[in-house]
């Protein structure tokens, strides 16, 4: 039977991250994709509103359909928005059949922003990283975990917020270095060892997606049986491929390009 693995997560309408991104990855990693949809994601300068969130019902229904009729090995969860959805998707979790979570855990976006509220992260802390095989932070997302008011900024630091995280109960953490300003290297921590995966900075802005696709390409892996380490591996290949071969549409930062590992082989 095809691997089967569920996404979590928002929508976002250029394509370029969110479910889009998700499902994207699944299928260039070759598993079978579903989504749950939290909210879509479609900022623009014609309509009033641009981000759309789904009530907790909505996703329930969703995620339930796909445990129904698919079944599911491994589940990445995105950006969730809501203190309210994080503690009913962690309840849900707790009785998922799927042996491998990865959760993402979306709340500053690549500029600093933050994605999400302060009383959410509290519950994304308290209720939903207990439940996970892996957490994918970014060195934004990480700082704001540990309440730090600077920016990690080396390895050395990088492996001290690791251990930090470690202790919220996951059974890996690996951070992402992609905003160090002398190495692109990411540091994964399984309570005693420290696995490092470095890759030649891409010079480029062109990098929409590529947070998603990594957490969504280890989830793919593990739901096929890698290890955690052999999954980060080939999950860091793929996010590489596709930024050195980003897709610029010429409005802005572009996308990764999912396709670019099949296509430069």
């Known amino acids: 039977m095809k691997a ?9 309408a250029q394509g370029s991250a969110g479910i889009q991104a998700d499902l994207k990855t699944f299928q260039e990693c070759d598993v079978y994709g579903m989504a749950a949809i939290t909210a879509i994601v479609a900022n623009n300068s014609k309509t009033e509103q641009g981000i759309f969130i789904h009530d907790k ?37 707790q009785d998922c059949p799927a042996k491998q979570i990865v959760v993402d855990p979306v709340m500053i976006g690549k500029m600093g922003s933050q994605l999400l509220a302060d009383d959410a992260i509290a519950v994304l802390k308290e209720n939903l990283i207990p ?16 309440n730090r008011e600077t920016l990690i900024g080396n390895v050395e630091e990088m492996e001290e917020a690791a251990k930090a995280l470690f202790q919220l109960g996951s059974n890996y953490v690996l951070i992402k270095g ?3 300003k002398d190495r692109a290297v990411d540091v994964l921590y399984d309570g005693e060892t420290f696995t490092y995966y470095e890759k030649p900075r891409v010079n480029t802005i062109h990098t929409s997606g590529a947070g998603c696709s990594y957490a969504s390409a280890i989830a793919a892996e593990l739901a096929k049986g890698k290890t955690i380490e052999k999954a980060v591996g080939l999950a860091k290949d793929f996010v590489h491929a596709a930024i050195s071969h980003a897709l610029s549409f010429g409005r802005g930062v572009g996308s990764t390009n ?8």
């Open 131 to 146: 439940l996970a095989t892996i957490i994918t932070p970014n060195l934004y997302e990480a700082g704001k975990l540990l």
């Open 178 to 180: 992609g905003a160090l």
């Open 4 to 12: 089967r693995v569920l996404s979590i997560a928002g929508s976002a």
């Open 57 to 93: 019902e909505i996703v329930r229904a969703q995620y339930e359909a796909a445990l129904e009729h698919v079944g599911v090995d491994a589940i990445k969860t995105g950006m969730l928005f809501s203190k309210e959805l994080i503690e009913e998707i962690a309840t849900w979790l």
């Open 258 to 265: 999912h396709a670019a590992r099949r296509n430069n082989e």
